[in-house]
């Protein structure tokens, strides 16, 4: 495993963690905030700057925002500009079925905040309840005991001795290429059939927008409003078409799709500045992975990802962050069977739906029959939520190790870079 050299900008406080959570955006800084509101000593490491944006459709479904009003952090969302979604609209084909959001005071409407609002606001939660979170950082390696048990992460920057830091359990947050993944060599339960690319831009959008969402037979679209008065526009086509049509430049493909789809939402997307930038997403099946091991776990994408044609990327990633700091505080090997059954039995159902979209080999006829399903996973998914305590750690609770290593220890800990398990606790 090739290391990540940097300059180290800063280093952790301690030697020992009781969870060390690589990745520090929606996932993990979520994880790392419910952690240290149930009194763990947390650290979190993120490589990007504190505050910067990413690629992401920003939409929230109910489940997201229900986590986000339970944690007191929906307020400070819609305080920070980010507008309250009211309606969604689908259109099929020519057909529009518009469905008003039911407001109550926990789900008020759906939100879309711009990552370098919601990122930012989990963070400085995290920080708030006593995490200690580090970015510009970057994580060079796992190291484990003999018995192959993950004990803690190893930081390396250029001209300077490598630091360890152990933890009772660490936490790979770290997205689709997750390093943590890699060095516990975390196994795919299942894999994806399919996937679709994405291409994004920005454009000036009305206040009161709601979500609209684009089919006709073989691409799709959506319109998204977020912060700064802005929609996110998204073109979305088969992985293959992608390869054929877009090669040459993403701007003209990506409209001619938009056109495609509807005019006014191609008119729309042209409200844009002509050096505004396009990102893209070429695509990705979904999988879902071994969730946990010997002294780790992992959560958001690094866990189980699923194409962003349904938006429920940072739904699945809250949910999961809350369900993983319950077995983490639990410190039983009964309550992360019970986190990784309940994960896979959310994850399949919403895997199976966003496949069947992302595989567009549907019509619009029997489109409408998968949405609705979907809607219905989404209830019951909000039901289950609203029926859960908060995380938080039992008087009688043991921590998941009581090992304690120094940070620099170069005993019988191995580097997990090059020992690698997937052994289960």
């Known amino acids: ?195 679709a690319a994405h291409v994004y831009g920005y454009a000036p959008v009305e206040p009161g927008a709601g979500y609209h969402w684009y089919f006709r037979d073989g691409i799709a679209g959506s319109l998204i409003p977020t912060n700064d008065s802005l929609a996110c526009i998204v073109a979305s086509v088969p992985t293959g078409l992608f390869d054929q049509r877009f090669r040459l430049g993403h701007a003209r493909a990506r409209m001619d799709v938009l056109e495609a789809l509807s005019p006014a939402l191609a008119a729309q997307a042209a409200r844009a500045p002509k050096d505004a930038r396009l990102q893209a997403f070429r695509g990705v099946p979904g999988y879902i992975r071994q969730p946990h091991g010997p002294g780790w776990a992992l959560v958001g994408d690094a866990g189980f990802f699923r194409d962003p044609i349904t938006s429920h990327g940072i739904s699945d990633a809250l949910r999961d962050a809350e369900s993983l700091a319950r077995a983490i505080l639990s410190g039983s090997e009964a309550a992360f069977a019970v986190w990784q059954q309940q994960r896979d039995m959310i994850a399949n159902q919403i895997l199976d739906t966003t496949d069947a979209i992302a ?57 997990f870079s090059r020992n690698r398990t997937g052994a289960r606790p």
């Not at 800063?10 to 020992?16: Q, S, T, Y």
């Not at 796992?142 to 992460?153: E, H, M, N, Q, Y």
């Not at 219905?376 to 939520?385: D, F, G, I, P, Y």
């Not at 029926?387 to 019988?412: E, I, L, V």
């Open 359 to 415: 595989g567009f080999d549907w019509t619009l006829d029997d489109l409408g029959e998968r949405h609705r399903r979907f809607s219905a996973v989404l209830k019951a998914e909000v039901q289950a939520l609203a029926g859960q305590p908060m995380p938080a750690r039992r008087a009688t609770a043991s921590k998941p190790s009581t090992y304690r290593a120094p940070a620099n220890q170069d005993g019988p800990p191995a580097d």
């Open 1 to 195: 495993m090739a290391n990540n050299l940097i300059s180290l900008m800063a280093a952790p406080k301690h030697g020992h963690y009781d969870a060390i959570v690589v990745g520090a955006r929606c996932a993990g800084a979520a994880t790392a905030m419910l952690l240290a509101r149930a009194g763990l000593k947390v650290l979190a490491i993120d490589r990007k700057p504190y505050g910067s944006d990413m690629l992401s459709t920003h939409a929230l479904m109910r489940p997201a925002v229900l986590q986000l009003w339970r944690w007191g952090l929906l307020k400070p969302l819609l305080k920070a500009g980010t507008p309250l979604i009211e309606t969604t609209t689908f259109h099929y084909g020519d057909e529009e079925i518009t469905i008003p959001l039911a407001a109550s005071s926990d789900l008020p409407g759906l939100i879309a905040p711009r990552r370098t609002v919601l990122d930012r606001i989990l963070v400085d939660a995290a920080r708030k309840a006593g995490a200690e979170i580090l970015h510009e950082v970057a994580v060079g390696g796992l190291f484990a005991d003999t018995r192959g048990r993950v004990r803690g992460i190893e930081i390396r920057a250029a001209g300077r001795t490598a630091v360890r830091v152990s933890a009772d359990i660490v936490v790979g947050a770290d997205g689709i290429g997750s390093l943590v993944a890699k060095c516990v060599d975390a196994q795919p339960l299942r894999r994806g059939a399919v996937s």
